[in-house]
């Protein structure tokens, strides 16, 4: 047995490699990008199973059922949000089934500390009725995902596996296995994997009749614990992955623990969960995102003769991120003795862009080309550009979802706002941003798009990008943009005058225009000279 | 035993690196380790820290208890204060003396040293000086680790051989200067 030091999210990816893996996809996404960009770094390495950054999230879930159709083990890896992006053949997934396994990863990120929202991937696993799995440490990111391959492989269906950012991004010793071969090809029965209605409503009934299955697989996986306090009945704990640890932190200092539920499998274990529920007269649910066990267990009439308190309760702060000292307190333990904070004034540092930053630029010339038109907004995306929101520069004003920005300005501009402006990144505009432009461009939708082409997905720290430089001009063009309002500058503090004065004359223009400022990221052009 | 240290500083100062180096020195001296660490938005220029848990037992939670942490190790003074409030009582501050201004309202240094150096136990290092002596300003993150080495449940031999291993790849030169930082900044935190 080997011990190697991995953050969660690489233990996953070790787990899914050494269960037979053939293919993975991604699109870079905090907390999940580190997976994809371990195993990029693997297959570099050793070889022997195709790691790849895809155009976004919904390419690549179903480059990953194609390639579980083709009977091999496949993994699709996300942050929460990209889930969103890829519910179509996620949701259609659980219809057609898996051939090959196939491993659904999805990383949340309670307390939003890199993202737009705390959704819960659970509730997607529920929604398409297929298993959810969450693990709470490291060594359970790597044995879960090997066991993932295997109840894919058992039921027929995808498996999702659910992350939370402080796992995802938290680093530990993991002991690994042996590796297992890869699958063969086996290519997958066409009238499961052609959801005509026909074939849908047999396929449907089919997933219906396998939840008896899910829930028995479920309630069997060792992950899931229960301690029982014989001696204190008054209180029992049901906690779901991560939480698991905050409650044991606690509990480890005390001399009597109340009674313990961990949960790693969804559906719920239910023999579990009557098993601790029946043992104890309250019942505090842990879980690090929505209140998904918690409803369950309240639904609308409550639980007979028991207390079942948590975030709707108010135990537990209603959103946030899960920490060992909001555990403490809704275990009603006092708090540990600290130390003061310090008297002096603490100057917040929010992140911000760096030094010499092209945004920066750019966003100075949108200001000062803006100002003869009070009372506008620029549209904006997801990237290091949504900065741009904060001061010094309050150069935009939305940030909603990948590729919005575009069909926002788009809708704006129907209604009448002038000029209406939008602002994406290179790699954005490839996620999502075409789409809406064809659109915009067949209509002369009469607005104008700034694309900030630095070369790289920045954010998530420098992944390649599908439409930058010359291409990136190409695919502007080809989508029906004239070329004569199709303009590029090079946002640098020299140029500044020259860059106003284009934005300004595009504004003034009553037609679709899309002006690229191209410039790298400073970042990356650091790290291509060291 | 048991250490529980708050690594903090500001985005691109290298605390991940402290942190590699440590996470990977107690692996080889058989102890268990946790250490949460922050990526993604709050890397750009922002405030950024890191738990690093230490235990010969079986460690539950990624992030320390408030109360808990045995040390704060920072590479800018500011930085050190944030976290004040997360230590146990007797806990120690090792930090530089060095500040990071890239925000438009940092407090007086001297203030700010000066609540540092209220702590019991404290080390002010001056990161910058010993870098430049070790021959690579970039070094300032290993000073640290140096100064934190004298306090750390972990042998010097181990840290020392992982600052090798880290910093090979970029060749004998600067493999040469981090050790030496990291001598630098272990024999300033005896003097402190």
């Given at each position: 047995?080997?011990?190697?030091?991995?953050?969660?999210?690489?233990?996953?990816?070790?787990?899914?490699?050494?269960?037979?893996?053939?293919?993975?996809?991604?699109?870079?996404?905090?907390?999940?990008?580190?997976?994809?960009?371990?195993?990029?770094?693997?297959?570099?390495?050793?070889?022997?199973?195709?790691?790849?950054?895809?155009?976004?999230?919904?390419?690549?879930?179903?480059?990953?059922?194609?390639?579980?159709?083709?009977?091999?083990?496949?993994?699709?890896?996300?942050?929460?949000?990209?889930?969103?992006?890829?519910?179509?053949?996620?949701?259609?997934?659980?219809?057609?089934?898996?051939?090959g396994g196939l491993v659904v990863v999805s990383a949340d990120d309670p307390g939003m500390h890199s993202s737009q929202n705390e959704q819960d991937s659970r509730f997607y696993a529920q929604f398409a009725r297929v298993l959810c799995l969450e693990p709470a440490d490291h060594q359970e990111c790597y044995d879960l995902a090997r066991r993932a391959f295997d109840l894919s492989e058992a039921t027929g269906l995808p498996v999702l596996i659910r992350l939370v950012t402080r796992l995802s991004h938290s680093r530990s010793s993991v002991e690994t296995g042996e590796p297992r071969p890869q699958n063969p090809l086996r290519t997958g029965d066409w009238k499961?994997?052609?959801?005509?209605?026909?074939?849908?409503?047999?396929?449907?009934?089919?997933?219906?009749?396998?939840?008896?299955?899910?829930?028995?697989?479920?309630?069997?996986?060792?992950?899931?614990?229960?301690?029982?306090?014989?001696?204190?009945?008054?209180?029992?704990?049901?906690?779901?992955?991560?939480?698991?640890?905050?409650?044991?932190?606690?509990?480890?200092?005390?001399?009597?623990?109340?009674?313990?539920?961990?949960?790693?499998?969804?559906?719920?274990?239910?023999?579990?969960?009557?098993?601790?529920?029946?043992?104890?007269?309250?019942?505090?649910?842990?879980?690090?995102?929505?209140?998904?066990?918690?409803?369950?267990?309240?639904?609308?009439?409550?639980?007979?003769?028991?207390?079942?308190?948590?975030?709707?309760?108010?135990?537990?702060?209603?959103?946030?991120?899960?920490?060992?000292?909001?555990?403490?307190?809704?275990?009603?333990?006092?708090?540990?003795?600290?130390?003061?904070?310090?008297?002096?004034?603490?100057?917040?540092?929010?992140?911000?862009?760096?030094?010499?930053?092209?945004?920066?630029?750019?966003?100075?010339?949108?200001?000062?080309?803006?100002?003869?038109?009070?009372?506008?907004?620029?549209?904006?995306?997801?990237?290091?550009?949504?900065?741009?929101?904060?001061?010094?520069?309050?150069?935009?004003?939305?940030?909603?979802?990948?590729?919005?920005?575009?069909?926002?300005?788009?809708?704006?501009?129907?209604?009448?706002?002038?000029?209406?402006?939008?602002?994406?990144?290179?790699?954005?505009?490839?996620?999502?941003?075409?789409?809406?432009?064809?659109?915009?461009?067949?209509?002369?939708?009469?607005?104008?798009?700034?694309?900030?082409?630095?070369?790289?997905?920045?954010?998530?720290?420098?992944?390649?990008?599908?439409?930058?430089?010359?291409?990136?001009?190409?695919?502007?063009?080809?989508?029906?943009?004239?070329?004569?309002?199709?303009?590029?500058?090079?946002?640098?503090?020299?140029?500044?005058?020259?860059?106003?004065?284009?934005?300004?004359?595009?504004?003034?223009?009553?037609?679709?225009?899309?002006?690229?400022?191209?410039?790298?990221?400073?970042?990356?052009?650091?790290?291509?000279?060291? | 035993?048991?250490?529980?240290?708050?690594?903090?500083?500001?985005?691109?100062?290298?605390?991940?690196?402290?942190?590699?180096?440590?996470?990977?020195?107690?692996?080889?001296?058989?102890?268990?380790?946790?250490?949460?660490?922050?990526?993604?938005?709050?890397?750009?220029?922002?405030?950024?820290?890191?738990?690093?848990?230490?235990?010969?037992?079986?460690?539950?939670?990624?992030?320390?208890?408030?109360?808990?942490?045995?040390?704060?190790?920072?590479?800018?003074?500011?930085?050190?204060?944030?976290?004040?409030?997360?230590?146990?009582?007797?806990?120690?501050?090792?930090?530089?003396?060095?500040?990071?201004?890239?925000?438009?309202?940092?407090?007086?240094?001297?203030?700010?040293?000066?609540?540092?150096?209220?702590?019991?136990?404290?080390?002010?290092?001056?990161?910058?000086?010993?870098?430049?002596e070790a021959g690579t300003i970039k070094a300032q993150n290993i000073v640290m680790l140096g100064a934190a080495s004298r306090f750390l449940i972990l042998k010097e031999e181990s840290l020392r051989t992982v600052v090798e291993t880290l910093f090979k790849p970029r060749g004998a030169a600067v493999v040469e200067a981090n050790l030496r930082a990291f001598d630098l900044g272990r024999k300033a935190a005896g003097a402190a």
């Amino acid at each position: 047995m080997v011990r190697q030091v991995l953050l969660g999210d690489e233990a996953l990816a070790l787990g899914a490699v050494h269960a037979g893996l053939s293919a993975a996809y991604s699109y870079p996404g905090t907390p999940a990008s580190e997976i994809m960009e371990f195993l990029i770094r693997l297959a570099k390495k050793e070889g022997g199973f195709k790691a790849t950054w895809s155009v976004n999230e919904k390419v690549a879930y179903e480059e990953a059922l194609g390639a579980s159709f083709a009977g091999k083990r496949a993994m699709v890896s996300f942050k929460h949000v990209g889930l969103n992006v890829a519910a179509d053949p996620f949701m259609n997934s659980a219809m057609t089934g898996a051939n090959g396994g196939l491993v659904v990863v999805s990383a949340d990120d309670p307390g939003m500390h890199s993202s737009q929202n705390e959704q819960d991937s659970r509730f997607y696993a529920q929604f398409a009725r297929v298993l959810c799995l969450e693990p709470a440490d490291h060594q359970e990111c790597y044995d879960l995902a090997r066991r993932a391959f295997d109840l894919s492989e058992a039921t027929g269906l995808p498996v999702l596996i659910r992350l939370v950012t402080r796992l995802s991004h938290s680093r530990s010793s993991v002991e690994t296995g042996e590796p297992r071969p890869q699958n063969p090809l086996r290519t997958g029965d066409w009238k499961d994997w052609t959801l005509l209605p026909v074939n849908a409503r047999r396929r449907f009934r089919l997933l219906i009749d396998r939840q008896a299955e899910l829930l028995r697989l479920a309630e069997a996986l060792p992950a899931n614990a229960l301690i029982l306090n014989d001696k204190d009945r008054s209180l029992g704990v049901i906690a779901s992955g991560i939480a698991a640890n905050y409650f044991r932190e606690a509990a480890a200092k005390e001399e009597s623990a109340p009674s313990f539920l961990k949960v790693s499998s969804f559906p719920l274990p239910e023999k579990l969960v009557r098993a601790l529920v029946g043992h104890v007269e309250t019942v505090l649910v842990l879980e690090d995102g929505y209140p998904l066990i918690e409803k369950e267990l309240q639904g609308f009439f409550g639980v007979p003769g028991k207390r079942v308190v948590g975030r709707t309760s108010g135990a537990v702060p209603a959103s946030g991120e899960l920490n060992p000292d909001i555990v403490r307190t809704a275990l009603g333990l006092a708090p540990l003795p600290s130390r003061a904070p310090s008297g002096v004034p603490l100057a917040g540092r929010p992140p911000q862009l760096c030094v010499g930053c092209p945004h920066a630029d750019t966003f100075k010339a949108l200001n000062e080309a803006r100002a003869a038109y009070p009372g506008t907004s620029v549209f904006s995306d997801i990237g290091c550009y949504t900065l741009g929101a904060l001061p010094p520069y309050n150069a935009i004003q939305s940030c909603v979802c990948m590729g919005a920005s575009v069909g926002m300005a788009r809708g704006a501009s129907d209604v009448g706002v002038r000029p209406a402006v939008a602002v994406i990144g290179d790699s954005t505009f490839a996620h999502s941003g075409m789409t809406p432009l064809l659109g915009a461009a067949d209509a002369n939708a009469d607005m104008t798009l700034i694309i900030l082409d630095n070369a790289t997905v920045a954010m998530t720290g420098g992944q390649p990008t599908y439409g930058s430089g010359e291409r990136l001009l190409r695919i502007v063009e080809a989508l029906g943009v004239p070329k004569e309002h199709l303009r590029t500058i090079e946002p640098l503090p020299k140029n500044h005058g020259k860059n106003v004065q284009v934005m300004k004359e595009e504004f003034e223009y009553r037609g679709l225009s899309v002006i690229v400022a191209v410039r790298e990221c400073v970042q990356e052009q650091r790290k291509r000279r060291s | 035993m048991k250490q529980d240290i708050i690594l903090a500083g500001v985005g691109g100062q290298g605390i991940l690196s402290i942190a590699y180096v440590i996470d990977n020195a107690a692996l080889a001296d058989g102890l268990q380790f946790k250490q949460a660490e922050v990526h993604g938005m709050a890397q750009r220029g922002g405030a950024v820290q890191s738990h690093l848990r230490l235990s010969s037992g079986r460690i539950w939670s990624d992030l320390i208890p408030k109360g808990e942490a045995d040390m704060i190790l920072s590479v800018e003074p500011l930085e050190a204060l944030r976290y004040f409030d997360q230590m146990r009582p007797a806990g120690i501050v090792v930090t530089s003396s060095t500040p990071y201004r890239n925000i438009p309202d940092y407090p007086d240094l001297d203030r700010v040293l000066g609540e540092v150096a209220k702590a019991g136990g404290s080390v002010i290092v001056d990161s910058e000086k010993l870098a430049k002596e070790a021959g690579t300003i970039k070094a300032q993150n290993i000073v640290m680790l140096g100064a934190a080495s004298r306090f750390l449940i972990l042998k010097e031999e181990s840290l020392r051989t992982v600052v090798e291993t880290l910093f090979k790849p970029r060749g004998a030169a600067v493999v040469e200067a981090n050790l030496r930082a990291f001598d630098l900044g272990r024999k300033a935190a005896g003097a402190a």
